[in-house]
């Protein structure tokens, strides 16, 4: 994926250059060691193989939590499961693609809006995604992964593209063939996983971080 950057400062030259920012390796860190631990426990190398689904268990974004049609297993699964299922990944390639955008698009956009707003965009974002998967979905299987939130920097990536376009009376598009291009992914890999993908929570994240990127001026 191709990210076309305008830096208005020195500053945000500077910080183009060095690492990911500390906050996004230690979310990625995070979701590393638990995508690692119950990759081993699958192949027996630790634990059980049982771990993973007692993880999801736990962890995920369960929709029927939301029609009542199941309890939860702990006081509050129903508020955390919004954040958690994001930690949680169905495999290690999940976890790599996931990954590599969020430290890529991260480390963009917090150069721009710094740290803690850009953590806040992957916080809404994350609930965004589980608020409209719980809400458009009728699911029954469990919704993991971080890319309602990926999604969500996706959505102020593309909606900065947009607006300064729009400033300065640039074609729009190539942020529209941007976002018909993300729309043919997810059909395909809808059809591929043979409906495993959660499209709702992409949808949901993203228009999180549409709404972000008029509330958070880039510098």
């Known amino acids: ?26 979310v990625v860190g995070v979701m590393a060691l638990i995508e690692f631990t ?25 929709q029927p939590l939301i029609s009542g049609d199941v309890s939860p297993i702990f006081p509050g699964q129903t508020a955390t499961m919004f954040v958690t299922h994001a930690f949680l990944h169905g495999g290690l390639m999940h976890l790599v693609l996931n990954s590599v955008i969020l430290l890529a698009l991260g480390k ?3 150069a721009r809006i710094g740290p803690a707003k850009t953590m ?28 309602g939130a990926v999604f969500g920097l996706i959505g102020i990536w593309q909606t900065w593209d947009y607006l300064s376009r729009r ?35 992409h949808l949901g994240g993203w228009v999180v971080g549409c709404i972000s990127a008029t509330t958070f001026v880039r510098n």
Request: charged share 10%; net charge positive; hydrophobic share 55%.
């Open 120 to 147: 806040l965009v992957l916080l809404l974002s994350a609930v965004g995604g589980g608020v409209a998967f719980g809400f458009i979905s009728t699911s029954s299987a469990p919704m993991i992964g971080a890319s």
């Open 108 to 110: 963009y956009i917090s």
């Open 167 to 201: 400033r300065l009376r640039l074609s729009i598009q190539p942020v529209v063939s941007a976002m018909l291009g993300l729309i043919f992914a997810n059909f395909v890999l809808f059809a591929f996983l043979d409906g495993g993908l959660a499209w709702q929570a």
């Open 1 to 26: 994926m191709h990210f076309r950057t305008t830096p208005t400062s020195s500053k945000v030259r500077r910080d183009q250059q060095v690492g990911a920012p500390a906050f996004l390796l230690w």
């Open 38 to 62: 119950l990759s081993a426990a699958d192949a027996d190398i630790v634990g059980s193989p049982s771990w993973r689904w007692v993880a999801y268990g736990f962890g995920a974004f369960w």
